[in-house]
T-cell receptor, first 109, second 111 residues
């Protein structure tokens, strides 16, 4: 099963880009990388996912390295409302979806 | 469009009482269904998941059980609640390779 590693916490100045890294060195060729976030006291919110190519949507961009062993979630202009725990997930076998501790992002005014 | 319904939103139950939380999904068929729990200040813990009717996989030994009587219905139960069962319970669904979609959760307080 692919596992992910993320830094436990990060700070980002409001208005600047937030770059959240994730290592998934054991990822298999057909496994997607998913990013979610959880704002305090709410359920997790899907952000973006990708397989090989970089992806962008209205919330964020996902940069996946060519060897697919790591990825970076980019919030282009962080706001105070982006303060949350961010989870990088690679679907494990048999459709289990395990959440690690994630990265607690604090956006500083 | 697909929607997920989870109820109740909050629940206060005494120790030793039974529990039943229900989750239903609309607008999709044969989804994978999941129950997660989040204790106060802790991460998301996968409790159960199901890839089909009557197929339940348990991730953590506990006094909870899950059932999937219909394709889009997932029920979390307990015969006797413990104080340690307090937490935020989340139901989720997905159809491979789409991402997880979460319900609004149930805040359970066992007193």
């Amino acid at each position: 099963d692919a596992k992910t590693t993320q830094p436990p916490s990060m700070d980002c100045a409001e208005g600047r880009a937030a770059n959240l890294p994730c290592n998934h060195s054991t990822i298999s060729g057909n496994e997607y990388v998913y990013w979610y976030r959880q704002i305090h006291s709410q359920g997790p919110q899907y952000i973006i996912h990708g397989l090989k190519n970089n992806e962008t949507n209205e919330m964020a961009s996902l940069i996946i390295t060519e060897d697919r062993k790591s990825s970076t979630l980019i919030l282009p202009h962080a706001t105070l409302r982006d303060t949350a725990v961010y989870y990088c997930i690679v679907r494990t076998s048999y459709d289990k979806v395990i959440f690690g501790p994630g990265t607690s992002l604090s956006v500083i005014p | 469009s697909q929607t997920i319904h989870q109820w109740p939103a909050t629940l206060v139950q005494p120790v030793g009482s039974p529990l039943s939380l229900e989750c239903t999904v609309e607008g999709t068929s044969n989804p994978n269904l999941y129950w997660y729990r989040q204790a106060a200040g802790r991460g998301l813990q996968l409790l159960f998941y199901s890839v089909g009717i009557g197929q339940i996989s348990s991730e953590v030994p506990q006094n909870l059980s899950a059932s999937r009587p219909q394709d889009r219905q997932f029920i979390l139960s307990s015969k006797k609640l413990l104080l340690s069962d307090s937490g935020f319970y989340l139901c989720a669904w997905r159809v491979d390779p789409s991402p997880l979609h979460f319900g609004n959760g149930t805040r359970l307080t066992v007193t």
